[in-house]
């Protein structure tokens, strides 16, 4: 699946900026020809080790709702490069995880990271689009959908298929919603104070569009407990979990936060007043003493909120 195309998605195991389990929203296009999944790779990757403590945290608490030894297929439904979907399959030793994407080249990383990890007899990988290839996807006792969901026009008609998928007992974990990144102070010393605000307004506008703009779209109140309900499912439960690297950040972290901007920069700059235009280039300018490059101050913090819900 690709994250930021409609019938598939990657998970952004990163926050609403696509990229680490799958992608997250980043400011991209909907169509594979809009992004080059394969030069994004290292970036998904990186972004998605990142906040693999979060994500481990989170699997803990999903073995915690199922009875031991019960788990024995597993769907990383938007696999990306497969990190989280190794995650799954340590969390469930029992289990088959099956990482599901659109794009080959992910699920070749996919492959490639289980078998470096001693779990490639128990990842496997399946090329899938979704909402038209929900009937190769197989059922299973556990189904995680990290940030793809929102990308299919019918959410509704999206869980109602998924929970068709679990067996008896069965749960589903939405990864969706959580609080956008921060990286920056509220006053950051270039412009206005309160850029991040601004940039997620201007998110929030494109997100709109983006939904707006899907296949068979359909107008839903983000809702997940009663979309969960509607589909027969049984709610068991909704966490948050937090992502806090606080400065100095590592290298490869700053890296990721630069790679961040200029994708907001390059996807939506046009939407920005003049004045964040120019605060943004000046935040990625090297040479500026106050940019993302060279500044201490630079931290993540971000927040994922996964919604479950148990097959009767």
Do not use: C
């Not at 952004?12 to 990229?19: A, E, F, N, Q, R």
């Not at 703009?213 to 009663?226: F, H, R, S, V, Y």
């Not at 939506?268 to 964040?276: A, I, N, V």
């Amino acid at each position: 699946m690709t994250a930021d195309k409609h019938s598939g998605q990657h998970h952004d195991h990163g926050t609403h900026d696509h990229g680490s389990h799958g992608h997250g929203h980043g400011p991209h296009g909907h169509d594979h020809g809009d992004v080059d999944w394969v030069a994004l790779a290292p970036l998904l990757t990186a972004q998605a080790e990142t906040q693999s403590p979060l994500y481990t945290e989170a699997a803990a608490w999903l073995s915690s709702l199922l009875p031991a030894g019960s788990v024995r297929r597993v769907l990383d439904v938007g696999s990306g490069p497969g990190v989280v979907t190794a995650l799954l399959a340590e969390a469930f030793p029992e289990a088959e995880v099956v990482a599901v994407d659109a794009t080959p080249e992910l699920l070749a990383l996919a492959r490639e990271r289980a078998d470096a990890r001693g779990l490639g007899d128990r990842v496997a990988t399946l090329r899938a689009e979704l909402p038209a290839d929900f009937g190769s996807l197989g059922t299973a006792d556990l189904i995680f959908a990290s940030n793809s969901l929102h990308h299919i026009g019918d959410q509704r008609a999206a869980i109602a298929s998924f929970a068709g998928l679990l067996n008896p007992g069965g749960l589903i974990a939405l990864a969706e919603g959580g609080l956008p990144p921060r990286h920056l102070p509220w006053n950051q010393g270039v412009g206005r104070p309160g850029l991040e605000a601004r940039l997620d307004a201007a998110h929030a506008d494109w997100f709109g569009e983006m939904r707006a703009a899907l296949p068979d779209t359909k107008e839903e109140i983000d809702d997940w407990t009663t979309l969960l309900s509607d589909a027969g499912l049984a709610p068991s439960g909704t966490r948050s979990f937090l992502v806090d690297v606080p400065a100095p950040l590592p290298d490869a972290v700053r890296a990721q936060v630069v790679a961040h901007y200029e994708r907001l920069r390059d996807g939506f700059g046009d939407r920005m007043p003049e004045e964040d235009r120019a605060v943004v280039e000046r935040l990625l300018d090297p040479a500026e003493p106050l940019s993302l490059h060279r500044r201490p101050d630079v931290f993540l913090l971000t927040a994922r909120t996964v919604h479950t819900a148990r097959r009767p």
